[in-house]
């Protein structure tokens, strides 16, 4: 009898899990889940740009936004819990810094095989944590498709 083949993601989760890197998975998905998790609207003021621990660090452009999503705590938190499927985030923290701004009407697969460097500055700090050259390099290409993937679903 031969063994039912195995989804790739549920092979990188066991995989990220028995090296205990399961967290940073949990990470790489609120920043590439982020603009479906609390909409355009607060994308475009706020961005995540660090997670210790279960505590998610905001950079937001201006004191107006900062205030407004310092009441807002409880639904963001809520809302990209719900996305990345657990209880990942409890607290948020806000820092006022620069946003880079979300193009909606640039076409940004003009050449789909080039990355922004916001993408790829992602994808370095996940794989970072992993000291298995292989496995490192299979997670990279894993996470270039991801990116890839979504702005390929963004532009139809």
């Not at 989760?13 to 949990?26: F, V």
């Not at 639904?75 to 990209?80: L, Q």
């Not at 000291?131 to 490192?136: A, E, F, Y």
Request: no cysteine; charged share 35%; hydrophobic share 40%.
């Amino acid at each position: 009898m031969r063994k039912p083949i195995e989804r790739l993601s549920a092979t990188i989760t066991k995989l990220l899990k028995a090296r205990g890197l399961e967290s940073r998975l949990s990470e790489y998905r609120i920043f590439g889940q982020w603009e479906a998790a609390v909409g355009d609207v607060i994308a475009r003021h706020a961005h995540p740009v660090a997670m210790h621990g279960k505590k998610l660090t905001l950079v937001v452009d201006s004191p107006a936004w900062m205030q407004q999503l310092s009441l807002l705590k409880p639904e963001i938190k809520e809302k990209v819990n719900s996305i990345i499927g657990n209880d990942v985030v409890r607290d948020i923290k806000l820092m006022l810094g620069e946003v880079a701004a979300v193009k909606k009407n640039a076409d940004p697969l003009d050449d789909p095989a080039i990355l922004d460097q916001k993408e790829r500055i992602a994808i370095e700090r996940y794989a970072e944590e992993i000291h298995d050259p292989d496995i490192k390099e299979a997670m990279r290409r894993v996470m270039e498709k991801d990116f890839l993937s979504r702005k390929k679903k963004q532009k139809k």
